[in-house]
C-alpha cells in the first residue's frame, strides 16, 4: 500500500447530512452554513470577527487590499514577505499592485525579526508572516516590530487552523488573520477559507468586498419582510469571494473533530521526531517554544533531497516540498537571494507524510528509508 503525502478526512455520513440539510432547503451559496461556520469559528478561535471566504488566496488579497485602501497606501509600497511559502502570499501583494521585499527565514523557517528588521524603509507598510507548518516562529517578536515602526501585520495561518501559542488559538496581534481550508488543508473542505480582521471596520468592508461591493447580500434581502428588500447600492468594485453553505457544511463537520485531529498530528510529529533524532544528514525543524502547532506539515532538511525522494517513491512512499524559494520563479527573480537561507533551505527541505491514515508502522517505515540513505 503506498503512502501519500496527504489524504484528507471527511466524517462522510456527517458531511452529507450537512449538505442535504442545504439541499433540502434550496440554500447551497452564501448565507445559512456561511453564517453558522463564521459563528463557530469566532467561538473555536476566540477572534473577535470572521467572514467566511472562498480561499485563502482570496484572503490575503482582500487583507491588503483592505489595509491599503484604509490607510491610503501607494503604488508600489513595499510589504516584507518570505521567499519560502506557497506563492498565493506574494501574489496577493502583487495583487494590489504593492512591492513584496523578502526578508530571511529563521530555525523555524518563518520571517527572522532581525533580517525583517534590516528591510524596513521609507515605503515599508506591512509584514506578512506565514506560520509555515502551523509554526509560530518567532511571530511576538514580528508583532512588536510592527508596533515600534508603525506597520500592518497580515498572519497567513493557511496551515494554522488550530495552532496555539502560549495557550491561545493564533490571530491576535495581526490586522487580518487569514486561514485556508483547502482540501488537504488540516480543516479540509475542497477550497474555501476565514478571514480574520483584528477592527469591526475592517470586518464590515470586507463582508462588502467579497460580495462584489454590494452592500446588501442575497441572504439578508431573503429573510424578512419590507417593499425595498430588493434594493441595493455598489460602494466600491468588490470581488466574487465569499464562501458557500456546500462548503461551510464540510468546515463545520470539520470544526468539530479539529483538536483531536491535530493532536494526531503531533502524535505523528513525535514518532517522526524520535526515529529521525540521530539519522546524520538529516536536521530536524525546532517548533517555537509556548507553539502548540497544528502540525500542517513534517518538514525535514536533507541533503541530496531529490535521491532520498526517488528512494522513498521506490518504497511507494510519496513526500513533497513545501516551498521552493519564490525568488527562484520568474515572477519574483527580481530580488535575488542566492546566498539566503531561505534558499538553500528551499534545496533540502522535504514534507514526509502527514495526515490521519499514517500510521506508527507508516512512521517506521519512511524513517527506516530516509534514515539508511541518511546514515550512508
Ligand atoms: C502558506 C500558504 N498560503 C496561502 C495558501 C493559499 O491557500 P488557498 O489554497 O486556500 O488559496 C496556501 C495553500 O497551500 C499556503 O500554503
Redesign the pocket.
Known sequence: MSIQLFVPKFRVDECLNEVKECLEKGWTGLGYKTVEIEEEWKKYTGLEHAHFIS??????HLALYVLRKRYGWSDGDEVISTSL??V??NHAIKYCNLMPVFADVDDHLCLDPIDVEKKIGANTRAIIF?G?AGNTGQFNKIVELCRKHNLKLVL?A??MAGTRLEGKHVGPGADAT?F???AV?NLPTA???MICFAEREDDEVVRKLTWLGINKDTFSRTVGKGAYKWKYDVEDIGFKYHGNSIMASLALVGLKYLDNDNAYRRQLASWYRHGLASVSGVDLIPIAPDCESSTHLFQILVEERDRVIMALNDHEIYPGV??TDNTVYEMYSYDGCENSRSRSFSDKLLSLPMHLGVTKKDVDSIVEVVGMYGNK
Open positions: 480561499s485563502a488566496t482570496a484572503g490575503l511559502t506557497f498565493s502570499t506565514v509555515i497567513d493557511a496551515h487569514v485556508s481550508f483547502q488543508k477550497d474555501s477559507g513545501h516551498y
